[in-house]
């Protein structure tokens, strides 16, 4: 299958061929927050056409795809246009669809009505799909089956993946999710009323200013900029109370960096420490338990040593897992993550079986602008396999993060497996702050991001 697919905008390309490692398909790099969005063009040229007649013997292929995050849905849109004789299912039970890299905007006070991140999975999915309103329970890959937590067995030919994953704010000891958003609780991670819940106790702590704690997970986690982002705006609301002298802020990491990519660690740490006073950081110290009553944390460094910190106010970045029916099943890895290979996405022992989103157990990815590059790419990889064929992209690992610096400035950092910058926008630094990188995430990247939930881009 050949596919028209736009010239990137950069001199790499995403996707290249498994055979011989050259460029034969060519994919624009980072529409979701590329130069078209900036002028207000509509994105396009991602479209996929020209596919081949499928087999005789694969004409009605039955194909089922497990989440209905925007991973899933992508898929399913781009499936449904591309092979309409397949037989197409979809199960998920949740009817509420949400745009979570909304949920900074919430929960730093920039967005103030959750009603922006909220839409329905209905108005979404493709017309004709088989939705089950159930979960997967079991995954069955030696029959090609799955069971339900209803206790439906389903059967398939081929597989997608896209459950998401798992917030593991219950290995936090005396932790109780319903604390988050109260007595100086917060966390960005679980639901858009979670989120203005943390704005709402951010803003009574910057009327007095005081001692916050800012956490990172120990575990590959979605959105790992996100920590960082309520980090920059937590410090930048203290300045614009006039509180921030009255304040110390502290990063404590379970790392010896606070972001993976090393020249954006670089980055963050210099802004951190030219503020006055500047953030403090905590390098090797797992956040591992919380006593609400004295407001006290709990930290332990790599050697098992544990220590306290009183906070006034307690930003929560959860241990994130794979979800119990891809981590007990015999599709896990060894970490519990989906085992796919990263550049095909395939799994590497079901050769009928792709993975797509967060559950993936790859180097990098789990934000929404790498569903945005790697969805059509397993669409492609998985027509391949039904038409007899091996897998014929690769993807890099392309993930996007904007981080919020204060208000009206950001940083587009763009970067791939390699940790290589790859910057889709010419006339911005993706080290430096800039009004238009704030405008992207604030005003674009919504409409981006449902283009790519209904496989348009």
């Keep these: 299958m050949k596919q028209a697919i736009s010239r990137p905008l ?3 390309s995403n996707f290249r061929d498994n055979k011989n490692g050259s460029v034969n398909h060519q994919v624009s790099r980072r529409q979701f927050i590329g130069t078209s969005m900036a002028t207000g063009v509509a994105m396009g040229g991602m479209s996929l056409t020209g596919c081949t007649s499928l087999p005789t ?3 009605n292929p039955n194909i089922v795809i497990v989440g209905a995050g925007v991973a899933g849905l992508a898929i399913a849109n781009r499936l449904s246009r591309q092979l309409p004789n397949a037989k197409l299912t979809i199960l998920d039970s949740r009817e509420t669809h949400y745009y979570q890299p909304g949920y900074t905007l919430l929960a730093s006070g920039v967005w103030k009505n959750a009603d922006k991140v909220i839409d329905s999975n209905a108005k979404l999915l493709p ?14 890959p030696d029959s090609n089956q799955l069971t339900t937590d209803n206790g439906k067995t389903i059967g398939y030919d081929y597989l997608v993946i896209a459950t998401g994953l798992r917030l593991g704010f219950d290995t936090i000891e005396g932790l109780d999710i319903a604390d988050l958003g109260s007595e100086g609780i917060g966390s960005v991670y679980p639901s858009p009323e979670i989120a203005l819940k943390t704005w709402q106790q951010m803003d009574m702590f910057r009327q007095t200013g005081g001692r916050a704690i800012m956490t990172l997970a120990h575990t590959d986690m979605k959105c790992a900029g996100a920590p960082l982002k309520m980090t920059f705006m937590l410090h930048d609301r203290l300045v614009q109370a006039g509180t921030r002298q009255d304040s110390d802020i ?24 030219s503020y006055n006073p500047p953030i403090g950081v905590n390098f090797e110290q797992r956040l591992t338990a919380i006593d609400k009553s004295s407001k006290t944390a709990y930290f332990t460094d790599g050697a098992g040593n544990q220590n306290a910190q009183d906070y006034d106010f ?16 015999p599709l896990a890895n ?4 989906l085992d796919v290979d990263k550049y095909s996405l ?59 610096i204060k208000e009206g400035q950001a940083m587009l950092v763009e970067f791939d497996y390699e940790d290589n910058l790859t910057p889709s926008v010419p006339f911005i630094d993706p080290l430096q702050e ?7 995430e604030e005003m674009m990247l919504k409409p981006a991001y449902m283009a790519v939930a209904k496989g348009r881009v």
């Design 334 to 337: 060894a970490q519990g993550w």
């Design 10 to 12: 950069s001199n790499q």
């Design 57 to 59: 013997h694969q004409e």
């Design 127 to 140: 017309t004709g799909i088989n939705w089950i309103k159930e979960n997967a329970q079991e995954f069955l």
């Design 314 to 329: 307690i930003h929560i970045v959860p241990p994130m897992f794979a979800v119990d029916s891809v981590l007990n099943s």
């Design 346 to 404: 395939q799994h590497k022992r079901y050769s009928n079986i792709f993975g797509v989103g967060d559950i993936n157990g790859t180097p990098k990815g789990k934000t929404a602008a790498t569903v945005k590059l790697s969805a059509p790419l397993v669409v492609n990889n998985l027509i391949d396999v039904i038409q007899g064929r091996s897998p014929s992209l690769q993807f890099d690992g392309y993930t996007s993060c904007p981080l919020l």
């Design 434 to 440: 800039s009004y238009f990188a704030w405008f992207l």
């Design 250 to 273: 502290q990063f404590f990491s379970p790392h010896n960096t606070v972001f993976s990519v090393p020249v954006v660690n670089e980055n963050v740490l210099s802004h951190w420490a």
